[in-house]
């Protein structure tokens, strides 16, 4: 069974980089395309970015300047970089299995910006 | 990038009633569009892809229809357990979108 876990601090100064991962298990990394979403409190879901395998990667446009998305093989791992945050990037941050559709997903982290 | 918009935003039903829910396209996405239901502080589940197919274990109360920019979620009876928000997504094209979800209330 496809497991995934999102890790990384809940508390991200303003300007600075909001860092996540996301373990899989019950899959290997390789096999498939791993994405990253959020949802700020109260509002829907917005897709952030998708890694594939081989590494390439897309991103939505209202964050590409500020994400990047890649893969660690040996952890079985993917993470999410977002640098500049401001208290626009306060969400709940999913990890999912991404194959145009989102049919696993973590349990999600709240991340808030905030000094 | 592709909007979606939903309608209505907000439903306020009964357990037993017929339930539609709306999703339109801001272009064309052929068949590319799923559903999700999303309980307060749950990561949303999926119930319907490629517009009208049902995913595995979901209860055949639920269906979608459409293709193009128009596409509908019905829940045949209402059941305790469907009162929740329910998203559109389209797998078009990048940007993947959500539409802003309906949340079907008591």
């Known amino acids: 069974q496809l497991q995934l876990q999102e890790s990384g601090p809940g508390l991200v100064k303003p300007s600075e980089t909001l860092s996540l991962a996301c373990t899989v298990s019950?899959?290997?990394?390789?096999?498939?395309?791993w994405g990253w979403l959020r949802q700020p409190p109260g509002r829907g879901l917005e897709w952030i970015g998708t890694i594939r395998t081989g590494g390439s990667s897309y991103y939505n446009p209202s964050v590409n300047s500020r994400v990047t998305i890649s893969v660690d093989t040996s952890k079985n791992q993917f993470s999410l970089n977002l640098n500049s945050v401001t208290a626009a990037d306060t969400a709940v941050y999913y990890c999912?299995?991404?194959?145009?559709?989102?049919?696993?997903w973590g349990q999600g982290i709240m991340v808030t910006v905030s000094s | 990038d592709i909007q979606l918009t939903q309608s209505p935003s907000f439903l306020s039903a009964s357990v037993g009633d017929r339930v539609t829910i709306t999703c339109r396209a801001s272009q064309g996405v052929s068949r590319y569009l799923a559903w999700y239901q999303q309980k307060p502080g749950i990561a949303p589940k999926l119930l319907i892809y490629?517009?009208?197919t049902l995913q595995s274990g979901v209860p055949s109360r639920f269906s979608g229809t459409g293709s193009g920019t128009e596409f509908t979620l019905t829940i045949s009876s209402l059941q305790p357990g469907d009162f929740a928000t329910y998203y559109c997504?389209?797998?078009?094209?990048?940007?993947?979108?959500f539409g802003p979800g309906t949340t079907v209330d008591i």
């Open positions: 019950g899959a290997s990394i390789t096999d498939y395309y």
């Open positions: 997504q389209q797998l078009n094209s990048y940007p993947l979108t």
């Open positions: 999912a299995r991404e194959a145009g559709l989102f049919e696993y």
């Open positions: 490629a517009a009208s």
